[in-house]
């Protein structure tokens, strides 16, 4: 039983795949499993993962037909036998200590969220996120930190412990884009040990063609509408944890505020069709208006949205 399992699903990425499988291998810590999913690969993904898997004993293959992303790391953290979990895109590649890094800070947590540095296929440096570490905490909690830099977290910047991953039956959802907004909110709202370190150990790649920045507007709004009904869901897990507690008012500003700004991704009659439906499901009551300036931006965001997101970042 290994301590960590890299999740790392697989579709047609086999110009990246590489670097990604060689940063995982070259981890200074040793006590690690890698389950690659191949996705139904078209291209020569399959024969590079082979020959990894023929090299190396702690790569484990599954092949299955094209199912998508949410079904790849599904069927990859079944087979896995780390005490924790991490999902890695094989179009990215991690920092060579990422483990050693991660496992001075792990403890007992449940949750361990590190730190992402954004770059271009020619290796040039987009930003580093620099975001505030904090010591662990309830999940709820945490959102209070959270919502203050981005929205959407990614599935891989977080270390799940798997015992707690397993027990609470979590699972990305088929079929559907931003797959991970619809899951990792309650994953970290959830949680009653969450802590955040400010190691950058995690490169996420920007590429055309990708999954999140596909030039299809088609796609473009599928990700939206779909972002819209993971929404509802989030929105009603909150109701199903138990009472409210000080800080559930960040977590459902926080799921409010993803879905709303999506709309900046959209036009005309599909912009309309997404508004009309943030009103019908009162997304805008879940904004926190605790400050003057948030109450400024939530009367804005409801008489004119538009407006509002030309001009709020």
């Not at 890299?6 to 047609?12: G, T």
């Not at 929205?151 to 977080?158: D, L, M, N, Q, R």
């Amino acid at each position: 039983m290994a301590k960590y399992s890299f999740i790392v699903p697989v579709y047609n990425t086999s110009k990246y795949l590489k670097k990604c499988l060689d940063s995982l291998i070259k981890q200074t810590f040793k006590d690690f499993e890698i389950i690659i999913v191949n996705d139904g690969s078209t291209d020569n993904s399959l024969d590079i993962i082979s020959k990894y898997e023929k090299k190396y004993d702690n790569i484990m293959v599954i092949t299955q037909k094209n199912a998508g992303l949410s079904m790849a790391r599904n069927n990859g953290v079944k087979k896995a036998s780390g005490k924790y979990l991490l999902f890695i895109d094989s179009d990215d590649y991690v920092e060579k200590d990422l483990l050693k890094e991660l496992d001075k800070k792990i403890e007992d947590s449940e949750l361990l969220r590190f730190q992402v540095i954004t770059e271009d296929e020619q290796g040039n440096n987009i930003k580093i996120f620099e975001e505030e570490s904090f010591n662990e905490m309830k999940g709820y909690d945490a959102f209070k930190i959270i919502s203050n830099y981005h929205f959407v977290e990614p599935a891989w910047c977080y270390v799940y412990k798997t015992e707690y991953y397993l027990n609470n039956k979590f699972s990305f959802k088929k079929g559907v884009y931003h797959e991970d907004f619809g899951l990792v909110p309650y994953i970290i709202y959830k949680s009653m040990k969450v802590k955040s370190i400010n190691y950058p150990g995690y490169h996420y790649i920007t590429r055309d063609g990708s999954i999140m920045n596909n030039s299809d507007y088609s796609k473009t709004v599928k990700k939206a509408f779909d972002m819209l009904e993971q929404y509802k869901t989030l929105r009603l897990f909150s109701k199903n944890i138990g009472k409210k507690n000080n800080y559930d008012d960040y977590y459902l500003s926080y799921i409010s505020n993803c879905t709303i700004v999506k709309a900046r991704e959209l036009k005309g009659k599909e912009r309309k069709a997404y508004v009309q439906e943030l009103k019908k499901i009162n997304a805008f009551n879940g904004v926190l208006v605790n400050t003057r300036l948030r109450r400024m931006k939530k009367m804005l965001m409801k008489f004119n949205l538009n407006l509002y997101l030309k001009v709020v970042k």
